[in-house]
């Protein structure tokens, strides 16, 4: 059963910019994170992108560190937050869900944003994993530097 299905993501410019800066950080290596927002109707602002560590440390996987986890979503509560959704890194592909991805998805409910390469330039892209498919979902405001695609 969907929980969630968002048609509108909205995501802080400075958020876009610390998730951005810790894909970059990866080297090679999948990065994820937190997402920390509200959610009203089928709109999800993004007030917060927490880095978690990957335990993993490998380049086409990731798994939250349990500490690091549970860390960040200590800090969304401090700050009065819903957990929203993930972030993860592609580091040599585009951001379009995996296959281990699809695997993992938890369903509807949250968004995931995916940051990885498209031409060569880091680009991003949110995903609600509803019913175990992907469903884009429109990223609102103005674009990120060359980052953004805007989906419909």
Known sequence: MTKFNPNLVILERLQAKLAFEHAISGI?????GILGGQTRGNVTHIHAAIPVVNRLNLPDRFESDPASHFSALR????????????????????????????QMAQGGGMVDLILGFIDGELSGRFWDFCNKRPIPVTLAGDRFGPFWEIIS
Do not use: M
């Not at 090679?28 to 994820?32: A, D, F, N, P, T």
């Not at 509560?77 to 991805?101: C, M």
């Open 28 to 32: 090679g290596i999948e990065v994820c």
């Open 75 to 102: 800090i969304i509560r401090a700050n009065q937050l819903e957990w929203v959704g993930t972030y993860h890194s592609h580091p040599f592909s585009p951001p379009i869900p995996s296959k281990l991805d699809l």
